[in-house]
């Protein structure tokens, strides 16, 4: 299995920019796709953004399309989210995830989860 810590968050304005890190152990990092996801206070978990093993595929919701991108350095052990142009409604806590596979990636079929970091974002 694969231990995944998230790291970066914290308070930033409207227009700022956020790094979020997320930092493996354990399992080979790179025999995994990966993913972010975002949970709101009184929300449901929702995709954010997802790559494949080697980075060579990025999808992302619609939601942050343009605004956020999605990386990896398998080299690292870790994976990104680089989120720029933030807006209040980004404001929630992150999680990234690695799929154990499936037909539902890459918005499902994710088996290890993060503590989160919590990302809050002022008007």
């Known amino acids: 299995q694969v231990q995944l810590v998230e790291s970066g968050g914290g308070l930033a304005q409207a227009g700022a920019s956020l790094r979020l890190s997320c930092t493996a152990s354990?399992?080979?990092?790179?025999?995994?796709?990966m993913g972010w996801f975002r949970q709101a206070p009184g929300k449901e978990r929702e995709f954010v953004a997802a790559i494949s093993w080697i980075g060579r595929s990025t999808y992302y919701a619609d939601s942050v399309k343009g605004r956020f991108t999605i990386s990896r350095d398998n080299a690292k052990n870790t994976l990104y989210l680089q989120m720029n142009s933030l807006k209040p409604e980004d404001t929630a806590v992150y999680y990234c995830?690695?799929?154990?596979?499936?037909?539902?990636?890459?918005?499902?079929?994710?088996?290890?989860w993060g503590q989160g970091t919590q990302v809050t974002v002022s008007s």
């Open positions: 354990g399992r080979t990092f790179s025999s995994y796709a």
């Open positions: 995830a690695a799929a154990i596979g499936g037909g539902a990636w890459p918005k499902g079929d994710y088996g290890y």
